[in-house]
């Protein structure tokens, strides 16, 4: 059966039918692959291209050669030359697919560079966001970046309570998740902060003035205080804490308004320290500086401007730590 050059593309398909010759119904997966054996005039280059076997190409031509009635190509020499059937199927079809092809690939390009997601919990926000902000938007002028804030605690918990899951996640903990990849972008070096009109305290914390004193700790660092401490038996374990929080700003605000002590970064001391009237003791104390992780999935480094944010960006912070 030849097929009329009048036909329309949808007749060709199949997808209009005549009542007195109704065809079976085409598949449309075969389209990409005629596409490319009429273009390279080859089964094995279309094979090679499609990432297919020669032979699930060869299967495919069996197809369409069935569907047409015609056999599309003949071989002469190494390469296939089309019929007059296979010439007037792809001209009919060649224009509307490239233009599929390409609206599909914008359509899937843009969806990624024009809306990126990230969690990171607010003192994380804080401490990244203007730098991580300022690379995307250089990336990909106009991308919006989808910002929502989660605690420490849930960092590392194997999905999120979100409807969509974020591109790059920001936490103090590996994700247990083992389809995501927990990348260590920085340390956060700690340090001791009280009021500074605390009644007892002028400069110093030792293991002797520290007795007599009560702590308020970040939920992450709690278990690092209680590890670090230069004397186990100088401190009580019962006096270490009077308050843990997930909020490193709700910390600070109890800070500067009691008589409590806290162990908080020193980027944040140091951006605000006067808003809360803190101050700093030096102690020979040691604490481990905090981890900050990137989390994202192992898919994610292959998408546009994400990609780069782990690649560049990520490296530059590590840099500048």
Not at 155 to 178: H, L, Q, Y
Not at 299 to 310: L, M
């Amino acid at each position: 059966m030849r097929v009329d050059k009048n036909d329309s593309l949808r007749s060709i398909l199949g997808l209009e039918q005549p009542a007195s010759h109704a065809r079976k119904k085409f598949d449309l997966n075969l389209l990409p692959i005629f596409i490319e054996i009429y273009q390279h005039k080859s089964v094995s280059k279309a094979a090679l291209i499609l990432n297919m076997t020669q032979s699930s190409v060869s299967l495919a031509l069996g197809k369409l050669r069935d569907y047409f009635d015609d056999p599309l190509f003949f071989r002469e020499g190494q390469h296939f030359t089309p019929t007059q059937a296979a010439a007037q199927f792809y001209a009919s079809i060649s224009v509307s697919f490239g233009s599929v092809h390409r609206e599909v690939a914008k359509v899937a390009e843009d969806k990624v560079k024009s809306k990126i997601i990230i969690h990171a919990s607010p003192y994380l926000s804080m401490r990244l966001l203007p730098s991580l902000s300022e690379f995307i938007w250089l990336m990909q002028n106009g991308c919006e970046i989808l910002h929502k804030s989660t605690t420490p605690a849930n960092d590392s918990k194997e999905t999120w309570a979100t409807d969509v899951m974020p591109d790059i996640t920001f936490g103090f903990a590996r994700s247990t998740n083992p389809q995501m990849n927990s990348q260590k972008l920085m340390s956060e070096p700690l340090c001791f902060v009280c009021s500074e009109d605390h009644p007892r305290l002028t400069h110093e914390l030792t293991n002797e003035n520290g007795k007599h004193e009560t702590f308020v700790t970040f939920e992450r660092l709690c278990n690092t205080f209680l590890q670090n401490r230069a004397k186990p038996d100088t401190l009580a374990p019962e006096r270490i804490s009077s308050m843990k929080s997930d909020s490193l700003f709700a910390l600070l605000s109890v800070i500067g308004s009691s008589d409590k002590i806290g162990v908080i970064p020193v980027w944040l001391f140091e951006k605000f320290n006067a808003t809360f009237h803190l101050k700093t003791l030096a102690t020979e104390i040691q604490l481990n500086p905090l981890t900050v992780y990137m989390i994202y999935s192992s898919t994610a480094i292959k998408t546009p401007v994400v990609g780069d944010i782990i690649s560049q960006w990520a490296g530059d912070v590590c840099t500048c730590e």
